[in-house]
């Protein structure tokens, strides 16, 4: 059984920065796509940053160029780096992944919360102005 970790979500100030970071166990396939959604009060699940077992990686538009999703190779540690954060970053951040032995990430436009199967809990972060 898959299992997703989130760590590191907390409270800062706009402009801020923060570090998330989601381990993963029970996932035992080479080829994966992992990554990052927020969702924000009243609104769907975004889906943000995502990092295949090749390195390659796909980035939502609003969080392009202020956060950077980076991994621990071959111990399936995923980060979230944010920086510059803005009030509107303000949400529950997911890790998930999708399912088992599927090593390609949808596109930018594509980052749909469907296309995942494992999820984390949670975790929250408030950006405040």
């Known amino acids: 059984q898959v299992q997703l970790v989130e760590s590191g979500g907390g409270s800062v100030q706009a402009g801020g920065s923060l570090r998330l970071s989601c381990q993963a166990s029970?996932?035992?396939?080479?080829?994966?796509?992992m990554g990052w959604f927020r969702q924000a009060p009243g609104k769907e699940r975004e889906g943000l940053a995502f990092?295949?077992?090749?390195?390659?990686?796909t980035y939502a538009d609003s969080v392009k160029g202020r956060f950077t999703i980076s991994q621990d190779n071959g111990k399936y540690t995923l980060y979230l780096q944010m920086s510059s954060l803005k009030p509107e970053d303000t949400g529950i951040y997911y890790c998930?992944?999708?399912?088992?032995?599927?090593?390609?990430?949808?596109?930018?436009?594509?980052?749909?919360?469907?296309?995942?199967?494992?999820w984390g809990q949670g975790t929250q972060v408030t950006v405040s102005s």
């Open positions: 029970g996932y035992t396939y080479r080829s994966y796509c």
């Open positions: 990092i295949n077992n090749r390195g390659t990686t």
């Open positions: 998930a992944v999708r399912p088992p032995g599927v090593g390609w990430c949808p596109a930018a436009s594509e980052l749909k919360p469907r296309y995942f199967d494992y």
